[in-house]
Nanobody
Framework: QLQLVESGGGLVQPGGSLRLSCAASGFTLDYYAIGWFRQAPGKEREWVSCISSADGSIYYADSVKGRFAISKDNAKNMVYLQMNSLKPEDTAVYYC??????????????????WGQGTLVTVSS
């Protein structure tokens, strides 16, 4: 069974940091585009960051460039999102997602193969 499980969300003050983790099971990350999207209340889902399976290139949404960093550990089958200088507008449920095949990020959301249950990030003073 293909599964992604996120962890690391929580409440943080503006300017703070969080590190999200995503554990993959039932498949290996080698042949998947993998990344994080988020959904804030009343808003559409949006990609935050993604690692392309086609060439390993990394995509960041303009709103998080310079503040967030994605990384992947194939040996541990883990994906991480380091989030620094957090802002209230970063408040959302963050989902880890994977899509099989050769993809350049951002993968169209309608083609997502598997995603987790999400972890809530709240940025507030």
């Amino acid at each position: 069974q293909l599964q992604l499980v996120e962890s690391g969300g929580g409440l943080v003050q503006p300017g703070g940091s969080l590190r999200l983790s995503c554990a993959a099971s039932g498949f290996t990350l080698d042949y998947y585009a993998i990344g994080w999207f988020r959904q804030a209340p009343g808003k559409e889902r949006e990609w935050v960051s993604c690692i392309s399976s086609a060439d390993g290139s990394i995509y960041y949404a303009d709103s998080v460039k310079g503040r967030f960093a994605i990384s992947k550990d194939n040996a541990k089958n883990m994906v991480y999102l380091q989030m620094n200088s957090l802002k209230p507008e970063d408040t959302a449920v963050y989902y880890c997602a994977a899509t099989y095949g050769s993809w350049y990020c951002p993968v169209p959301l309608r083609y997502l193969g598997v995603w987790g249950q999400g972890t809530l990030v709240t940025v507030s003073s």
